[in-house]
């Protein structure tokens, strides 16, 4: 609101009612917000509701399974009502007043008759589900198996689901009756602005291996394969994969004793390669 300090959203015109524009020398797009709240009333409703569950269970000394399940829950119902500006002075000088467009103001459209008043209503709900099971294998082939090599070896298998439906529908009515108390189901003119149904699913699978040689080096490989229904039933699945591998030669003892490792006591090189989509 680029309002100029010398205008008076206080004023009141000698009828009671607010003005809702004083012209542009008050500002190039000022606005009362006087005005605004005299003729306007939005009620906004929301629920927000997210729940999660996980559960974990290590068997057999090697496995770990985990289940993991999140819900997100949305309710909107968002009402927006504009009262009757047909009697103010000052909307019909300057063909300005409030409709759904805009909470603040529109300009020079009086075959809208928005400035006879207005009921819009807003309502969305969205459902969000994501559901992830993995399983997990270490394994520790020197105290486990006896291995005089300090190899360690770590297998992560996971899949991941995710579903997302949103419904939004927006109806608004305009022309309100000459006698109060009224509801949209008085009014004249009627205009639905949305009617839409969105759903989206993905899916995939998630697969890494890596191994460790006690802390000197290690590599790892995987990949992710994903669904998307944005590409129809019929779209092919997209697979992501990735390679990663470091060398810790600080741990090494020739580094450890010699005297680049006073000055260096840590050093590890580390490469990779992935893709992502």
Same mark, same amino acid.
């Given at each position: 609101?680029?309002?100029?300090?010398?205008a008076d959203y206080r004023f009141r015109m000698p009828d009671g009612n607010f003005g809702?524009?004083?012209?542009?020398?008050?500002?190039?797009?000022?606005?009362?917000?006087?005005?605004?709240?005299? &003729?306007? *009333?939005?009620?906004?409703? *929301?629920? +927000?509701?997210?729940?999660?569950?996980?559960?974990?269970?290590?068997?057999?000394?090697?496995?770990? =399974? +985990?289940?993991? &399940?999140?819900?997100?829950?949305?309710?909107?119902?968002?009402?927006?009502?504009?009262?009757?500006?047909?009697?103010?002075?000052?909307?019909? &000088?300057?063909? =300005?007043?409030?409709?759904?467009?805009?909470?603040?103001?529109?300009?020079?459209?009086?075959?809208?008759?928005?400035?006879?008043?207005?009921?819009?209503?807003?309502?969305?709900?969205?459902?969000?589900?994501?559901?992830?099971?993995?399983?997990?294998?270490?394994?520790?082939?020197?105290?486990?198996?006896?291995?005089?090599?300090?190899l360690t070896s770590t297998t992560y298998g996971s899949f991941d689901y995710r579903n997302n439906f949103t419904k939004t529908y927006i109806v608004s009515?305009?022309?309100?009756?000459?006698?109060?108390?009224?509801? =949209?189901?008085?009014?004249?003119?009627? *205009?639905?602005?949305? +009617?839409?149904?969105?759903?989206?699913?993905?899916?995939?699978?998630?697969?890494?291996?890596?191994? +460790?040689?006690?802390?000197?080096?290690?590599?790892?490989?995987?990949?992710?394969?994903? &669904? $998307?229904?944005?590409?129809?039933?019929? $779209?092919?699945?997209?697979?992501?994969?990735?390679?990663?591998?470091?060398? *810790?030669? $600080?741990?090494? $003892?020739?580094?450890?004793?010699?005297?680049?490792?006073?000055?260096?006591?840590?050093?590890?090189?580390?490469?990779?390669?992935?893709?992502?989509?």
């Amino acid at each position: 609101n680029n309002t100029r300090p010398f205008a008076d959203y206080r004023f009141r015109m000698p009828d009671g009612n607010f003005g809702g524009f004083f012209g542009p020398a008050a500002g190039p797009n000022g606005s009362n917000p006087n005005f605004v709240f005299q &003729y306007c *009333r939005p009620e906004d409703q *929301r629920l +927000d509701l997210v729940q999660n569950f996980n559960l974990n269970y290590r068997f057999l000394k090697f496995f770990e =399974a +985990d289940v993991k &399940y999140g819900l997100n829950y949305q309710n909107r119902d968002f009402r927006f009502e504009v009262y009757p500006q047909d009697d103010n002075l000052n909307s019909a &000088y300057w063909q =300005a007043w409030i409709d759904y467009g805009s909470h603040l103001l529109s300009w020079a459209f009086p075959q809208s008759l928005t400035e006879t008043g207005e009921i819009s209503d807003q309502q969305q709900k969205s459902t969000f589900q994501h559901f992830q099971p993995s399983l997990t294998m270490r394994l520790d082939f020197k105290n486990d198996f006896g291995w005089k090599l300090p190899l360690t070896s770590t297998t992560y298998g996971s899949f991941d689901y995710r579903n997302n439906f949103t419904k939004t529908y927006i109806v608004s009515a305009t022309d309100a009756p000459s006698f109060s108390p009224y509801t =949209a189901q008085n009014m004249l003119n009627f *205009r639905v602005w949305e +009617d839409r149904v969105y759903k989206f699913i993905t899916y995939g699978y998630l697969f890494d291996q890596k191994f +460790d040689y006690g802390n000197l080096a290690g590599i790892a490989a995987g990949f992710r394969t994903d &669904y $998307s229904s944005a590409f129809g039933s019929g $779209s092919k699945p997209f697979t992501f994969p990735h390679v990663n591998g470091y060398l *810790r030669l $600080s741990a090494f $003892s020739f580094w450890e004793k010699g005297a680049t490792g006073r000055i260096f006591p840590e050093l590890k090189f580390r490469a990779a390669y992935g893709e992502a989509g």
